[in-house]
């Protein structure tokens, strides 16, 4: 390729990527623009193209990130070439989405004509503005009744702060506007910056494990070129590899000869960890090495976490192999073993956020038939002990003895919700009750307000967000990021049985909401277990102080009754699922517990 | 040494007869049993006996018969008269039987059809009355009032019958303690031999069963049921009934020798649609359709539907689940000479666990539930499933 032909080529690409609420059309607008710059056969089209994994498909939500190379012949008859970036919509993943919008010199900001902008979307459009994008609003879903693109368009320009003049109308169901909408690709977003001559710097957006070639990495290359055979290196991790193959996806991956300046593709080189190809890493070559790392890298930690456990004990090395199996392509997920009195052996799972456990326990129940009982979600805590030391608790069981804590800090999240005028005193009353601290309030037209509060995270993994939607009819939409660690009034409480604590029930909770809690427990409880031989007290416990008590009575009467003739085998058969309905019961002392009644309390999911 | 279990099992010294029809269906009832209109009566009396000749083809040393139903009395005064004497001739007429029951429905039993009973040599009638009080009665759905029952009691007295036993049930839907110990009153001023007193179980196919899912009727809570067998247990005592077996209770020499076959784990005869019964080791359940059930006898077939031969392990699993219920309890020396071993060579930790949680007790001679056992029997009894099959 001559010199010319490779600025022209240059010229000519455009990255961007799509931002977009979800079921606000972000896939269907995607499937759109493969079918019209037919990168797509159409017997290989399906719905939601990007969305590889089923449960993405299910729940509509892009969990990993897709990138597509499109060839594109405009109007003007000049070719261009498109690398589509996909980016998963929910506030869990806001690095990985910032890691890919950096990847990018423009977006496709997509908005519902009917229900306008959610907090997500707006999150995500900072991001975009952070890093300097061209931002092309696209007022979708125009054909359906109810559609206010006018009203909306307005709210664009009032929320965000951009031009929304050019805005597209469109219909991504239908293919209205999608022509349109390439065309301002064209016109409006910058083609890539960078020069092939110096040193290599490529972004990993994303990576993900392929069990033949091993880690597949998706890069952007901002400055330099790369080519197989290259010996790169991960300025983060300082991991050195030789590359292997580099290529784009059509959707499919198909390799090339190089990757070059502006080019978004996939990168193989043996890399046998995910761990080793960390998304916001800068790739350069060993030989002549950039002198510094593009901006921006974060490491990512875990900030939620659960026990999980087999409900059978003898899927334990199952579920390691699929927690094995899932981290390979998750590098934000974190796990070790643990073993709970109450639930057996199990592992300790740290996540990204809520939504990240979720998918990771739905996907262990549906892809690898492993049914789980999971510990309420908690969170890390800072403990300062009265010796000095600091101690970070993420496991309810592991805190130490109310005497030994001198304090105890717990994460705190700023979290912005956006709702409907007529919400805004439900949504002001929860955050109260969930100890929040007001910052703001805006009205972002005459009907919509965002409200900020300072929450603790504790209070967002418990139940926040379905207490949101519950009570705000589901009009809320809600998103938060860590702000850091604050000093808070926190005590562990455990759940005695028979008066013996239930490793697995214990909480860490502010202790003004500890009664409260308590009482639902314990009340729980009552009524979950069966009755035992004798009688057993249920109590809530901060130290050595009951809060909140409740009593099984004792059995008093089981025994098979009518005995017709000689029909043993109907005794016989009640006495077998009696002795199996035991087996399968949990032991804590001496009462049996039901693996239901664990796993009831643990979910609270039907309170209030 | 002589290994018990490898002699050839004496033959069974008891015989159970199913009449499967009713004049009305009651509500709980999940037994084998047909409304009696239009059915092929006489052709199922027919075929009951070439049944019973096709498995005894020689009259066997029988100590006891039982018949029962379905309801015995919905057959006419003739029939059941063919009914009891071809039972009988099915048994050795050099030794008379020690017990011959027949079940009875109040008011479906006349002066001539208890003469005739008497007549062919029934010794002991189980009536059901379930419960004097009329508006339960409707609502169980059984087809007779309060007074017909006392009548029927009376009458049979009056006909001679020496060995008279009630059945009771408490624990239905709606029954109160004041209703429960106005039945346990009225019972006793009758003049009994036995009571058989069973909480109301709500069986699969049944209409109780329909309704309880339509959330129609509620079962009564546990503690009112537990309080209710205490009462009928304290008043019966009082009386002069001892409780033998869990549900049962006797004047001294009235308990029920059929019945006890069955907790005592012993082989039985069992005929009739649907009849189980337990032979040369193997448990069977007849068919229990009528037109299948006839079919098979008239083909000369076999009229089994299920069989189950009892390993070694079960046999000691029901030697102790169905002894249990006795107040005689499992007898030690009969364990040892049906398995040569003890109980406690084969259960040490359950025994040992059971005793101290109070549940079980053991005599020298026999293993017994203890008071509190007898209300948590279940308890007591899933703990002798053993885990492997034998």
Known sequence: MSEENRENRQKNIRNFSIIAHIDHGKSTLADRILETTRSLPEREMKNQMLDAMDLERERGITIKLNSVHLKYTHTDGEEYTFHLIDTPGHVDFSYEVSRSLAACEGALLVVDASQGIEAQTLANVYLAVDNDLEIIPVINKVDLPGAEPERIKKEIEDVIGIDASDAVYASAKSGLGTDEILSQVIDKIPAPGGNRENPLQALVFDSMYDTYRGVISYIRVVEGSIRPGDKIKMMQTEKEFEVAEVGVFTPKPVASKELTVGDVGFLIANIKNVSDSKVGDTITHVKHPAPEPLPGYKTMNPMVFCGMHPVDASDYSALRDALERLELNDSSLQFEAESSQALGFGFRCGFLGLLHMEIIQERIEREYGISLITTAPSVIYHVYLTDGELIEIDNPSNMPDQQKVELVEEPFVKAAVMVPNDFVGAVMELCQKKRGEFTDMRYLDENRVNIVYYLPLTEIVYDFFDQLKSSTKGYASFEYEFTGYRESNLVKMDILLNGEPVDALSVIVHRDMAFERGKTIVEKLKDLIPRQQFEVPVQAAIGNNIIARSTIKAMRKNVLSKCYGGDVTRKRKLLEKQKEGKRRMKNVGKVEVPQEAFMSVLRMDDDQ | ?390
């Open chain 2, 1 to 390: 040494m002589m290994n018990v279990q490898e002699k050839a099992p004496a033959s069974p010294a008891s015989i159970y007869v199913h009449i499967p029809f009713c004049r009305y269906i009651c509500f709980y009832c999940d037994f084998n049993k047909f409304f009696i209109e239009n059915q092929p009566v006489d052709d199922y009396i027919e075929q009951l006996d070439r049944e019973m000749k096709r498995v005894l083809m020689e009259p066997a040393p029988v100590d006891t018969v039982y018949v029962g139903g379905g309801t015995p009395t919905a057959l006419g005064t003739d029939q059941l008269r063919r009914v009891l004497r071809d039972v009988k001739k099915r048994t050795d007429s050099s030794r008379p039987l020690r017990e011959f029951s027949v079940e009875v429905n109040p008011g479906e039993a006349d002066w001539a059809k208890f003469d005739m009973m008497k007549e062919e040599g029934v010794t002991r009638l189980s009536i059901g009355i379930q419960t004097f009080n009329d508006s339960l009665l409707q609502k169980i759905g059984r087809g007779h009032s309060a007074a017909e029952a006392k009548e029927t009691v009376l009458l049979a007295r009056e006909s001679g019958f020496d060995n008279i036993s009630i059945d009771l049930m408490f624990g239905l839907p709606e029954q109160t303690m004041a209703d429960w110990k106005d039945t346990i009153t009225r019972a006793l001023q009758l003049d009994i031999d036995h009571v058989s007193a069973y909480s109301l179980k709500i069986e699969e196919k049944t209409m109780f069963y329909n309704w309880y899912r339509q959330g129609k009727i509620k079962p009564l809570p546990e503690d009112t049921e537990a309080d209710m067998y205490e009462v009928l247990e304290e008043a019966l005592a009082d009386a002069g009934f001892h409780a033998y077996e869990i549900s049962n209770f006797a004047k001294p020499g009235k308990e029920s020798e059929h019945n006890k076959t069955y907790w005592r784990n012993e082989e039985y005869y069992g005929f009739g649609a649907g009849a189980h019964g337990y032979l040369n080791g193997v448990r069977y359940a007849n068919l229990g359709p009528l037109p299948h059930y006839l079919k098979a006898v008239k083909a000369g077939e076999n009229p089994v539907k299920d069989t189950h031969e009892v390993s070694r392990t079960e046999n000691m699993e029901e030697e102790m689940f169905m002894g249990l219920r006795m107040k005689e309890g499992v007898s030690a020396h009969r364990f040892y000479r049906k398995f040569n071993c003890s109980y406690y060579d084969i259960y040490p930790e359950a025994l040992q666990e059971l005793t101290e949680e109070g549940l079980l007790y053991d005599s020298g001679s026999a293993l017994q539930l203890t008071e509190k056992g007898r209300l948590l029997g279940n308890e007591v009894f899933a703990r002798f499933l053993l885990d492997e099959e034998g």
